[in-house]
C-alpha cells in the first residue's frame, strides 16, 4: 500500500494514507461492534446500555491496531511514549465524540446505521489531531 502513495508530498500522502488506513480501520471496528451487537443481542437483547458497551470494546480492538499503523504506515514514525501519549489523548477525544454521536444518533437510526455514522463523523476530526501527534513526536525523536 505504501508504493500507492509513495509519490505523493507530505501533508498529502500522511492524508490519503490516513484515508486508508481510516477505512481499514472503520471495516475492523464496525465489523466487531455488528458482530458483538448480534451475540449480545441473540443471548441478553439489546439495550442501549449494552450497545455502548458492545462499541467500547470494539473501539479499543480497532485502536491496538492502529496505532501500530499510524506509526508505520500512515505518518512514517517508531511507536514511543510520546506519540503514545498524544495517539491515547487523540482516541479518547475520539472516543467520546463517537459515542455522543451515537447516542444521538440512536434517537434517529437503528444500532447499525448509528455506529457506522458515529464512527465516519469523529475520523474526521480524529486525522487532524493525530497528524499533530505524530508529527510533533517525530521532530522531538528525530
Excluded at 24 to 52: C, D, K, M, R
Excluded at 95 to 100: G, I, R, T, W
Aim: hydrophobic residues 50%.
Amino acid at each position: 500500500m505504501k508504493l500507492l502513495t509513495s509519490r505523493l508530498h507530505d501533508p498529502a500522502r500522511s492524508a490519503v494514507r490516513f484515508f486508508i488506513l481510516g477505512q481499514v480501520g472503520t471495516g475492523i471496528q464496525y465489523g466487531v461492534y455488528y458482530a458483538l451487537l448480534y451475540l449480545v443481542g441473540q443471548i441478553w437483547g439489546g439495550n442501549q446500555f449494552l450497545t455502548n458497551v458492545v462499541f467500547a470494546a470494539a473501539f479499543v480492538l480497532e485502536m491496538v491496531f492502529n496505532y501500530f499503523m499510524s506509526n508505520y504506515y500512515t505518518f512514517e514514525t517508531k511507536p514511543n511514549l510520546v506519540n503514545l501519549g498524544g495517539f491515547l489523548g487523540a482516541r479518547g477525544i475520539n472516543f467520546v465524540l463517537q459515542l455522543l454521536c451515537l447516542n444521538v444518533l440512536l434517537a434517529w437510526m437503528s444500532e447499525q446505521w448509528a455506529g457506522i455514522a458515529a464512527i465516519l463523523i469523529a475520523g474526521v476530526v480524529n486525522y487532524f489531531i493525530l497528524r499533530f501527534c505524530f508529527k510533533r513526536s517525530n521532530k522531538q525523536n528525530g
